[in-house]
């Protein structure tokens, strides 16, 4: 290939380019400049060392969420260990208060039992069990318990009611309500007269 024909081949491939305003124009050259390069260099370091820094933070967060979380389930722990103390303590309070009230109970059974013991084989058909069995009747359960049950039959009854009769049912309410519709009406049936003369 002649000097000739290798110009006329391959001459527009490399010949200098001229913008539309005359001036010559050199290839760019791939890649980044020295600035880029330098600019990429800075925010890649930026964004690695403030990711870390997040993650650093992040991680200090959740362990003192996590021990805040284990702080507060140990001091749920203390409180229902303190309940069922509490529990125990009136639990152990009412066992005896019951005993105590059961042996009194049984005094009062034996001190029947004795009074009527004289009247085995003075009566007819009086044994030694049917006075046992009559007297355990007569103090079936301690005089504490029955007025108990008594008091919150009471109470129920007067929570039922609604507090000592200081509410309206609702048949009373229904009353006063069609009450004041039939006023409204008579009112507005009124004053349409009034303004239709």
Known sequence: M???EFHNEFAPEFATETS???NTVYPVKPGLTRRGKVAL??????IASGGMLTWQHYAAQAQENGLKSQELALKQQELRIQELK?????TAA???????????????VDACVQADKSLIGKQMGVKYSSVV???QAQ??????SAAGTDMASVGSAEGAGGGGGSSINSTGLLAITAGGGMLIAVAARRTKKVNAK
């Open 41 to 46: 260099a800075v925010g890649v370091t930026v």
């Open 94 to 108: 009412q066992s005896k208060e019951q005993e105590a009230e059961e042996a009194d109970r049984k005094k009062f």
């Open 2 to 4: 002649s000097p000739e």
């Open 20 to 22: 539309a305003y005359g």
């Open 139 to 144: 103090y079936q359960g301690g005089g504490s």
């Open 133 to 135: 069995s009559d007297c």
């Open 86 to 90: 509490e529990i125990n303590k009136a």
